[in-house]
């Protein structure tokens, strides 16, 4: 069996009255790419910085590979790991720094001469070995901290936000490269992140992380078609919320009973909303299949790829849908009324609370 | 060049002109007594005057040749060596310490540890003389380097604190992770990320305890006279150019170091 | 870590085994602060304690307040008003020459401000010893300053500049002045230029601007300057030592002088405690004047 599982048993950390992690539990498969996803203060940090030994839970266990790490120091941990802003060391050059975990390890010379440089060679940075840290790019320094990472073989790759301090094109390429990365080392990586799309791009899996909970764990596309909650679905997309009334076993907004797929993700109790997303409304339906949405153009932002229309609903509530000019319909002006539709199984109707 | 602004509120330079003269005054100030003293020292005569009448290297000799100024100034070099390897030690464990707890003591250890420094030394001399000469320490040189070491930590403390304040914990925290014990980590990357705040520390430590004057009055004496305490009671007893002399030595010694101190600020950065 | 721990991992969810390692930690990290704390403990903690303890008893060795009884007499009154005269003066005289010096330093670019602090940084590594030597050389009767003065006529005979107060305020501006400057320069330096130019925005003039933009700014430094600077003088040895020639009793001298002079340890514990105390109010009132003064935009 390979080896890197992780398994995390209800653990609590707590600064004074503020509850960073309450009660995680969470299993990682070995080999796995799961992608811890939140907003900031929402515990995904902490969480990893439990799983390498930077933080002391209250409470909890920590198994890897079945063995219990939650009191081990983190030298002891063998993990790798990228920081945010890197922390390659400044005073070495780039063969000491990915050399140095092999030092501590007392590898003989010519096998780390010979380790460090095909640690290079994957990240591409083979003829920059000897380069000071300082005179390196972001995006070299981000690979020199990835080749440090996985040198020494570690059971697990931690990543904190690896690729948060470069710029947009950088960080779209290195999230297909580190995907890449994944597939060859074939290391559990627990990767996190707080924007949705680099967690959707590179995931296996994902957990949704709110005020120190795991909200939600599962395969990208569930995530971000099937969210079970009101959190989950505003934080993944564009997401706008429409208020529907439960009536028995059926949903009715504006006087219509809704048309659904599906409606597992609803809790019993509690309001429930319609999740409206953009993309996935259209500019022709079918009254028999499609739920209609009425409203008043409000206005029309010109977004390069698509003109985005923001359509005023009765009850003071707003959706968009965009119009990328494909459609066989002219582009509305603000003041123009509209009938839109949401296909049945693209409508999802969703509660507070996860079910 | 008097008509361009200075400042973001354009005032120009013509407008300053009264802020400059004063600065300039002030800086004469402070830094004319200190570079009058070199010239002087040669002089030959008993009298110091500037300029010197005719020059001479009499009073270096004088103390080149004295063994009594000899034996006190080895006796300086030695306290102050010893003071600043145990402040050092002392102080960067102290301040690594209290960097990384993050206990309800770490403020009130931090205030006792800095105290040395807010309190005046006659009392801190009087202290020492009183309780050393209940242990026979009075005129020793374990005495005068415990003594000085107390006085260094503070500095030691705030050089080393602010070496710790820019330094990135991340990269101690990758060291740990690639699989360094606390101690390796810091002696392979903590360590020589702040070796200047360090080496500055040194430096504070060395020169609080060699000019050190007033504890050195009361707990030494004899043949472990500190080279400061025979300058003050020669001082205070007669003008005596040997010490002239000496102090154009201490003087060019810290211009050494300031200069010294300036390229490697400027080499680090 | 226990092997039963490892067999049946989770099952107390390692309370007590968290909380043991988190104690171990703390243990060791406040033991690293403690080999710096005994020494100040010996060298400065139990020597006060014993001088405030001796400083209750007679030479009988009976317990009375005669001590401090004894601190009412004239002249020792008179060198606690001399200490507090010298240390207001000295003070006072440090901010009118210092402020001027770090606002410029403050508002040069970092090369020359680099070149400047120079002039500032270079008395305060040089030993006191050594620079109040040379304000002895300097001052003295046939000393260079007399000398120039007489040569140009500006007087007819020699001032008596130095073994008195004259010559004590002299020396001590030039060692404290450097303790003024530099942290004041440095919450100088933390003001925004940005918010200068905003108030000219507003239509300030630059005096407006300084006077009620960037000079409530720098209260907070200031005070803080000055009350290291106040404080440092009311426990100043050295140079009323030499440049006052015996002739400026200050508190400090007053201490040496029973210790050396008298060996009257009561007496020089009493005054030892009685400058402490009033340090420990001046540094107390200062930080309690300097929290007041400090605006959220001063702070980082």
Redesign the interface.
Known sequence: MRSGRVNL??VHKAYGSFRALDGVSLDIKAGEFLTLLGPSGSGKTTLLNVI???E??????L?VD???F??????K?????V???Y?????MDVFSNVA??LK??KVDKPSIRRRVMDALEIVHMQHLADRRITALSGGQRQRVALA??FV?EPRLL?MDEPLSALDKNLREHMQIELKRLHKQLGMTTIYVTHDQQEALTMSDRIAVLDKGRIVQLDVPATVYDRPNCKFVAGFMGETRFLPVERRDQSYVLDGRPLRLADTRAVSSTGETWLMVRPERLRWQGDASSDNRIEGRVLDVVYRGDCNQVSVSLPGGHEVAIRHSGAERQPLPQPGDTLALWLPAEASLVIGSAAP | MLNTPATSTQVTHGQRLWLYATVALVMAFLVIPCILVIPMSFSDSQYLEFPPRSLSLRWYEAFFTSTEWIQSAVVSLKVAGLTTVLATVLGMLASYGLYKATSVFTPITRGLLMLPMMIPLIFVAIGVFFVYARFGLNNTITGLVLAHTTLAIPFVMIAVGNGLKSFDPNLERAARSLGASPVTAFLTVTLPQIRISVFSGMLFAFVTSFDEVVVSLFVSSGANSTLTKRMFANIRDQVDPTVAAISSMLVALSIVVLIAAQFVKRKDA | MTLAMDEAPGMPLNRAMLKSARRRERRILSGLALPALVLVACILLIPFAWLAWLSLFDAAGNLSAQNYARLLRPAYVGSFLTTFKVAGLVTALCVVFGYPVAYLLSQLSARAAQILLVFVILPFWTSVLVRTYAWLVLLQRNGVINDWLLSMGVIGEPLALVHNLTGTIIGMVHVMLPFLILPLYASMKAIDPVLLRAAANCGASPSQAFRQVFLPLSMPGLASGIALTFVLCLGFYLTPALLGGGRVAMWSTQIADAVSKFSNWGAASALSVALLVVTAVVLWGVRRLTDALSFSAGKP
């Open positions: 048993r209800e390498a030994g930077f002391r839970p209250d409470l909890g266990s198994l079945d063995v219990e939650i009191t081990r120091p983190p030298h941990r063998d993990l790798g790991m920081f945010q802003n922390a390659l060391f400044p005073h140095y975990p501590l390890r440090r990472a020494f931690l």
